[in-house]
């Protein structure tokens, strides 16, 4: 048992992973006080600006995290930015535990030659802009009539299926009116998805895989030639099933006959591994090396190069998080210095009252529900270190006159205004891009509105 009264705590970050820990923490224990913190104006950070719009099985899960946020012991501050509005230091002298949950909002570095040339993009930012976050472009360049979406996983598959589709398939769902309207007027014709590996490694769900296939007038073309299947292959095969159903389904599509009638087409192409983007001023094509794998499956050169023009890459590699000012990181990894949740300095001593949680902690690995076990991992040693130590001196509020914060009933509000939007469309609500437009809603406080 915690020896504090009503400890104080923060969590920096309102997406799934900073939520899972609250949630956690208040059962473990109940009289806690958390104050959620979130430099977005609105929380449910990669549910709501990292899932694709036509996932909404998925984007469900932001029910669940609602319920959390009703809890009395939570406190939720958006539009607060850790090292611009308030520092760490501030945090850890005002509360008893200080959590960091950013998560990984940045795209793995990419340094073939011609990476830098304009048409070579991260997934990260299309990501972004089609989920209408507020600090994307406004506007995104889709009137090249060839490109390539480079990974094995399934983000890349999110990359291409929104490429290839058409801007009325996303009239039901949250997906701002702008960005509609952009895809509808696409230029793109095919979209190449190259994986390094072969059929049976990629690290796509056999689910995400299908609805490729699943999109009115697309066309999901695969070389018959690029699923021949080795030794190696055979034997995750064997083992297993989700990776059958994936060359499965593969294979059903290499045998169908060309269509042919289709105005948008997408190219699955395996065992490719970019060496170089061509072009002088912008992309105009991109150059690989095939490859195969050897008796234990890794993916080795085999010196054959072949070339596709494509008119812009979207790298969908991995993801990295960013530093947060005033606490430690590890540049070469990607994450913050830990010991199982707790945050360590230079010298690998646990700093006091520091913790991590998410992908902050572990890297960008696993599906969104995998974060409530990294959280249960942290805030137990969060419990156990408010056992052993004296609670904080009381002090002022740091959060405390920072007019431009979003709380609960600002997010209430924003929340509304985008479900009037949806409701005269239609649907169940339209994202509200502008940032100046989310705050503008926020902070028009009702006459009926309880402070929290």
Known sequence: MTSHINPRIAIVGAGPAGIYAADILLGRVPDARIDLIEKLPAPYGLVRYGVAPDHPRIRKIIDALHDVLLHPGIRLRCNVEVGVDVTIDELRAAYDGVIIATGADRDLPFTIPGAELAGCVGAADFVAWYDGHPDAPSDW???????????????????????AKHGAALESTDTPDSIIDRLSVSGIRDVHLFARRGPADVRFSALELRELGEQRDVEVIVDPGELELDAHAER??????????????????????????????????????????????????????????????????????????VGAVYRAIGYRSSPVPGAPFDVDRGVMPHAEGRVLDAEGRAIPRLYATGWIKRGPVGLIGSTKSDAAQTV???????????????????????????????????????????????????????????????????????IR
């Open 380 to 450: 137990a040693h969060l419990v156990d270190d408010l056992a052993s130590t004296a609670p904080v001196a009381g002090g002022a509020d740091p959060l405390a006159g920072l007019g431009a914060a979003v709380d609960w009933n600002g997010w209430l509000r924003i929340d509304e205004a985008e479900r009037r939007a949806g409701a005269a469309r239609g649907r169940e609500r339209t994202k509200i891009v502008s940032r100046e437009e989310m705050l503008g809603h926020a902070h028009v406080p009702t006459m009926t509105e309880s």
């Open 236 to 309: 995750m095969l064997e083992q297993f099933s989700q990776r059958r159903i994936i060359v499965r389904t593969l294979t059903e599509w290499a045998q169908r006959p060309a269509q042919g009638t289709a105005s948008r087409r997408i190219h699955l192409h395996f065992r490719h591994n970019p060496v170089r983007i061509l072009g002088a001023d912008r992309v105009e094509g991109i150059e690989f090396e095939r490859t195969a794998s050897d008796p234990l499956g890794r993916m080795t050169g085999t010196g054959e190069l072949v070339r596709y023009e």
């Open 141 to 163: 360049g889709l009137d090249t009539p060839s490109v390539a979406v480079l990974g094995a996983g399934n983000v890349a598959l999110d990359v291409t299926r929104i490429l």
